[in-house]
């Protein structure tokens, strides 16, 4: 395993402890001090008129908001990841064990052990949950 597949498998299993206890200051330890988070969540959650947010200060708002109005069809199941030690990708499909969850899928790249950018692209069903909200 290289160091970038290493950085990956770390990224992966702290973003997900973060998402999950809803540690603000986990998450963006994961990020690189300029990254870049791109999603509708954004648009949506920011009032912004793109989907972007940059730098830590932009970030540590968007997030912030995120752990604080998840919906219940916001789960955490999924099935193992993808990375060429610089990209990192993996579905959240809508089909769980539990029931449909909001379906995305998240990219990251990392750079020097951190997320430089960040997106998620959001299947039909997330995108209503997000309309309805």
């Given at each position: 395993m290289t160091a970038g597949s290493n950085d990956a498998e770390?990224?992966?299993?702290?973003?997900?402890?973060?998402?999950?206890?809803?540690?603000?200051?986990?998450?963006?330890?994961?990020?690189?001090?300029?990254?870049?988070?791109?999603?509708?969540?954004?648009?949506?959650?920011?009032?912004?008129?793109?989907?972007?947010?940059?730098?830590?200060?932009?970030?540590?708002?968007?997030?912030?908001?995120?752990?604080?109005t998840n919906p219940p069809q916001r789960r955490r199941f999924k099935q193992g990841f993808f990375s060429d030690g610089r990209v990192l990708t993996w579905e959240y499909p809508r089909q769980s064990p539990d029931g449909d969850q909001m379906d995305l899928v998240e990219v990251m790249e990392i750079e020097d052990g951190l997320i430089r950018r960040h997106r998620v692209y959001w299947g039909w069903y997330a995108l209503n949950v997000l309309k309805a909200s």
């Amino acid at each position: 395993m290289t160091a970038g597949s290493n950085d990956a498998e770390r990224i992966y299993r702290l973003w997900d402890e973060a998402l999950g206890n809803k540690d603000l200051e986990a998450a963006l330890a994961l990020y690189a001090a300029d990254a870049s988070i791109e999603s509708p969540l954004v648009q949506h959650l920011m009032q912004t008129k793109d989907g972007i947010v940059r730098g830590r200060d932009e970030l540590r708002a968007f997030i912030a908001r995120v752990f604080r109005t998840n919906p219940p069809q916001r789960r955490r199941f999924k099935q193992g990841f993808f990375s060429d030690g610089r990209v990192l990708t993996w579905e959240y499909p809508r089909q769980s064990p539990d029931g449909d969850q909001m379906d995305l899928v998240e990219v990251m790249e990392i750079e020097d052990g951190l997320i430089r950018r960040h997106r998620v692209y959001w299947g039909w069903y997330a995108l209503n949950v997000l309309k309805a909200s």
